[in-house]
């Protein structure tokens, strides 16, 4: 069974993310968290694993137990390192059994509506005849305490909070589809294969023209790239970093998250093509009230650092009444 919830749907400026698994003990976390990371290094994504049984027992969390306050500290320890990571722009996965629902919405709060909890469900009797470190067995025999499952508790999300339900006795490649899809339909992953329409342009600032042939391009395609110039500072007509026309190009178009990305490109100023690319290049006409708008005009009006004291440079790129 698969259960999709996609909540806060808005991206932040980051390209960073966090999938979270989360699950009991033996229910196939890892096996997804190292084929996920195989799946999204593939796609060009740096990714940064946080195991529970790697990195955070043996180097971050060493002489933590498993009580409940001690299971809480290395979530909340994994979280403060994930969220770094997302805030740096990158793919972290989390495999935490993770068992209590207040520790891992501390995580959620901390990193925002870029983590996804995924929660494996895997039947307890399933996990316990897996139980490839006979924890499950020694707990049963009363030699190990707090296995949750056995004798401590797993505290599900609400239905209304988690991200993703997932399978853990489904095929491990189908899974990693699952999470793949969902990313892409947040808008935090970038496809593959489909069409896609691609738009280049400083954007120097991103103004209504801008969204209107975003809006053809969408229609055209129904998936837009749009490749941002790197030309910050080359001279006064660039007064806006790549963060900043991200930032307004998210904001402009927040109502089509999962219908398009942001790239940022070298200051290409040539398009080289031979016969038979496979693609067409597509001059789209908006008419003559939206092609009259001058990114030149706009920058006119901002002082020297782009923000005029007490008017968002947003503000400046709507298309007047």
């Keep these: 069974m698969t259960a999709i919830n996609l909540i806060a749907p808005k991206r932040k400026m980051s390209d960073g993310f966090c999938v979270w698994l989360t699950g009991l003990p033996a229910a196939g976390k890892t096996t997804i ?5 195989t799946e999204l290094e593939k796609r060009g994504r740096v990714v940064t694993m946080l195991d529970g049984d790697g990195a955070m027992r043996q180097v971050l969390s060493t002489g933590l137990g ?7 500290l290395n979530v909340r320890r994994a979280g403060f390192v994930a969220g770094e990571v997302v805030r740096h722009g990158g793919a972290v996965i989390c495999a935490l059994v993770s068992p209590y629902a207040d520790a891992r919405g501390f995580v959620r709060r901390m990193i925002d509506t870029a983590f ?28 190990l305490e707090h296995m949750t499952g056995i004798d401590d508790p797993y505290e599900e999300s609400d239905p209304h ?6 399978d853990g006795e489904r095929p491990v490649e189908k899974n990693v589809c699952v999470i793949a899809t969902y990313l892409e339909n947040r ?39 749009i490749g941002v110039r790197e030309t910050y500072g080359l001279s006064d007509k660039n007064p806006f970093t790549f963060a900043e026309v991200k930032a307004r190009i998210e904001e402009s178009l927040s109502a089509f998250v999962g219908s398009f990305e942001i790239r940022r490109l070298p200051n290409i100023t040539n398009i080289v ?17 939206i092609e009259g708008i001058s990114a030149t005009q706009i ?10 004291y007490g008017v968002e440079w947003k503000d400046q790129v709507r298309l007047s009444s």
């Design 273 to 289: 093509y031979g016969r038979d690319v496979g693609y067409r290049i597509t001059r789209v006409g908006l008419g003559p009230e």
């Design 187 to 225: 808008g935090l992953l970038e496809r593959v294969s489909n069409p896609a329409a691609l738009m280049i342009g400083r954007y120097q600032p991103w103004h209504d023209g801008h969204r209107a042939l975003f809006m053809q391009a969408l229609e055209m395609e129904g998936y837009v790239v």
């Design 299 to 308: 920058r006119s009006t901002l002082n020297v650092i782009g923000k005029p």
């Design 116 to 143: 996804v909890e995924v929660y494996v469900q895997t039947p307890l009797h399933v996990c316990e005849k897996r139980d490839p470190k006979g924890l499950d067995r020694r707990a049963r025999a009363g030699e």
């Design 66 to 72: 498993f009580t409940k306050d001690d299971r809480d």
């Design 161 to 166: 909070v988690l991200n993703l339900q997932i």
């Design 33 to 37: 968290a190292k084929a996920l990371q």
